[in-house]
């Protein structure tokens, strides 16, 4: 990959460091890596206000495109073990945009309802409507991980959901979307620190659950049922990419880099009024007095913002 297509501070670019293609191999992933990334947290800092400030922008024209009945729209797909730092994405990446154009889910154990239905009907409910930014907090994928590991279902029915899933996300990005699925992947070691921070400090308790230890114990289960994940389901609508998930900082830094890259692509052009323009400015300055037109157009604020946002 040539350094060229390098964003800002980057070595090379996070989305071709960081997708899984066929061959990647999960054991080979050192989770304390920054690929791409040599500048340390403090830059990442920087460099993360600065997307926060350009994906509001672009999110602000695909919010406008939803409410003009346009049907484009994002889905951030998140997995991970417990730790590895979800939650984190939605509060400091997702945060950086306004909230309402921010349709975010997270799905625990199924409930009875759910359990009545296909696995897939909760997350076809979930799908986040025309002109929103739709955040997943863990999503179908945890059909073919807990699922799996746990043997919650029959192995014959667990196998058919990979070529399901490829089948219901090409629907989905065919419909208008774009998926980005990032995992983020924490070392063993680490986990054990922050789940020992969890029960350490009484402010996160709330954060543990009993059932995180059961969980852990089963962690190469877990790893090959990811390694599967990636082997069968990134696709080039829907692909993965493995975050090193050992510093905070990287992986906030490495999806708001895939987020960004997402809404720009996406290319979103301002609505087009759908009415006479010229008629409507004639018809309000007929409302206005004469100081109060001039005062209009002077304004600083108001015009300087309409010439950012073009
Ligand atoms: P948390 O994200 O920490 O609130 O935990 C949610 C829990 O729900 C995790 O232990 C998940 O593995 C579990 N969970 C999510 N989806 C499913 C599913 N389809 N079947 C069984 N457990 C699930
Ligand atoms: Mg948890």
């Given at each position: 990959m040539s350094s060229k297509s390098a964003p800002g501070p980057w070595d090379r670019a996070p989305w071709d460091m960081l997708r899984a293609r066929s061959g990647f191999r999960l054991e080979d992933l050192d989770r304390a890596s920054t690929p791409g990334w040599d500048e340390g947290k403090n830059r990442a800092a920087d460099r993360l206000e600065d997307l926060g400030e350009e994906m509001s922008g672009l999110q602000e024209r695909l919010y406008a495109h939803g409410r003009t009945n346009g049907h484009r729209r994002v889905l951030l797909v998140l997995q991970g073990l417990d730790t590895a730092g979800k939650g984190g994405i939605a509060r400091h990446v997702i945060g950086?945009?306004?909230?309402?154009?921010v349709a975010l889910r997270s799905f625990g154990r199924p409930t009875e309802e759910e359990l009545a239905h296909h696995y897939l009907w909760r997350i076809r409910n979930a799908l986040p409507p025309g002109g929103r930014i739709g955040v997943f907090d863990?999503?179908?994928y945890e059909d073919v991980l807990v699922v799996r590991v746990e043997g919650l279902v029959p192995e014959a029915t667990w196998q058919a959901r990979y070529a399901e899933i490829n089948a219901f996300e090409a629907e989905v990005a065919a419909s208008g979307t774009r998926i980005i699925k990032c995992a983020l992947m924490v070392s063993h070691e680490e986990q054990g620190a922050r789940l020992l921070e969890r029960l350490d400090r009484p402010e996160k308790h709330w954060k543990y659950s009993p059932g995180d230890l059961p969980t852990r114990l089963r962690w190469d289960d877990y790893q090959e049922a990811y390694q599967a994940v990636f082997d069968r389901t990134s696709t080039d609508v829907a692909p993965w990419y493995v975050i090193p998930a050992d510093h905070k900082w990287y992986v906030r830094l490495a999806v708001a880099e895939l987020l960004t890259r997402t809404l720009r692509e996406?290319?979103?052009?301002w609505p087009a009024a759908d009415f006479d323009v010229a008629a409507e400015r004639a018809k309000l300055l007929a409302t206005m007095t004469a100081d109060h037109r001039s005062i209009e157009s002077e304004d600083e604020d108001n015009g300087a913002r309409r010439r950012r946002n073009g």
């Open positions: 950086l945009v306004d909230p309402q154009g863990r999503s179908h996406m290319d979103l052009a």
